[in-house]
């Protein structure tokens, strides 16, 4: 079982840029494909972005694309998203979460979660 820890999180202005982490212990990470999500007030939890094993493919909800960037480095175990031009909307507890492959993204292992607020 791995062990996922995420930090990162903030307040920010609308427009702004954050990076959250998430690093894992108790295997190495290159053994599973690592995801975000997110969840807001009032809202069901939901899907932000994906990575493959390797990194070679990722995935990202349309609220999201082109403004954030998933990524992971292996010598460090640990995983990324970088977020720019936050909005209001994109206020929420953010998760990590690793599963053995991308197609089972969500029905791993999770993080804690960090919180993000992105004020207007």
């Known amino acids: 079982q791995v062990q996922l820890v995420e930090s990162g999180g903030g307040l920010v202005q609308a427009g702004g840029s954050l990076r959250l982490s998430c690093a894992a212990s108790?295997?190495?990470?290159?053994?599973?494909?690592m995801g975000w999500f997110r969840q807001a007030p009032g809202k069901e939890r939901e899907f932000v972005a994906a990575?493959?094993?390797?990194?070679?493919?990722?995935r990202y909800a349309d609220s999201v694309k082109g403004r954030f960037t998933i990524s992971r480095d292996g010598a460090k175990n640990t995983a990324y998203l970088q977020m720019k031009s936050l909005e209001p909307e994109d206020t929420a507890v953010y998760y990590c979460?690793?599963?053995?492959?991308?197609?089972?993204?969500?029905?791993?292992?999770w993080g804690q979660g960090t919180q993000v607020t992105v004020s207007s």
């Open positions: 108790g295997r190495t990470l290159s053994s599973y494909a």
């Open positions: 979460t690793a599963s053995p492959n991308i197609a089972t993204i969500g029905f791993g292992s």
């Open positions: 990575i493959g094993n390797s990194g070679g493919s990722s």
